[in-house]
């Protein structure tokens, strides 16, 4: 089956830029998007590009989508303490059934 | 306010005691699905379903069992809970085939014992 593949942690100081990175396999994606959890929550849609855009920007956080490599990020300026969550991407292909990532846990320290 | 509406949040109970956890939204949304969450395997799907009357399996849906016979509830039964399925599960809705996403419910942290 598809598979969307992120590593599983990340450490960053407060006040830098997070980068956390996914790749995934279905060449029919369709929608990509960045999920955010925090402790003792459900998951929150953080935002979403669409496979025929190369970057969406929203505030604090951007999204590049490189569709030739199959290779989407997400970019956090100014990380704050608030910011450390787990994120998880996502694609929605063909099926129209979305495949999840493992999840990154963001840890950001003073 | 629009959610997705699990309960309950917390359950302890035993080894073969059957057991329901409800999910309800209220955005008249067609698909639904369930997800457990374990550590370090991410998100797997349990069982979905694309509207009234259609479910299918997911990834992992041994030991389970779903219903959908009105479009805003989707319960997740178990039947003869085990151990292994000590779990945090998520209920998500969305519309079908946009890019709105999925709203997810708070979680049910279920332990078997």
């Known amino acids: ?110 | 306010e629009a959610q997705v509406t699990q309960n309950p949040r917390y359950l302890i109970t035993v080894t073969g005691k059957k057991l329901t956890v409800t999910c309800s939204q209220n955005m008249n949304h067609e698909y639904m699905s369930w997800y457990r969450q374990d550590p370090g395997l991410g998100l797997r799907q349990i069982y979905y379903s694309m509207n009234v009357e259609v479910t299918d399996k997911g990834d992992v849906p041994e030991g389970y069992k779903v219903s959908r016979k009105e479009k805003r509830n989707f319960p997740l039964i178990l039947e003869s809970p085990s151990p292994n399925q000590t779990s945090l599960y998520f209920c998500a809705s969305s519309r079908q085939g946009t890019n709105y996403g999925y709203t997810f419910g708070s979680g049910t942290r279920l332990t078997v014992v």
Not at chain 1, 33 to 46: D, F, I
Not at chain 1, 68 to 84: F, M, V, W
């Open chain 1, 1 to 110: 089956g598809e598979d969307v593949e992120q590593s599983l942690f990340l450490s960053v100081r407060e006040g830098d830029s997070s980068v956390i990175n996914c790749t995934y396999t279905d060449s029919s994606s369709t929608y990509l998007y960045w999920y955010k959890q925090e402790p003792g929550a459900g998951l929150q849609l953080l935002t979403y590009i669409f496979s025929n855009m190369d970057m969406k920007q929203d505030q604090r956080l951007t999204v590049l989508l490189n569709k030739k490599d199959k290779h989407l990020s997400l970019r956090i300026a100014d990380t704050q303490t608030g910011d450390s969550a787990i994120y998880f991407c996502a694609e929605l292909g063909g099926s129209y059934i979305p495949t999840f990532g493992r999840g990154t846990s963001l840890i950001v320290h003073p």
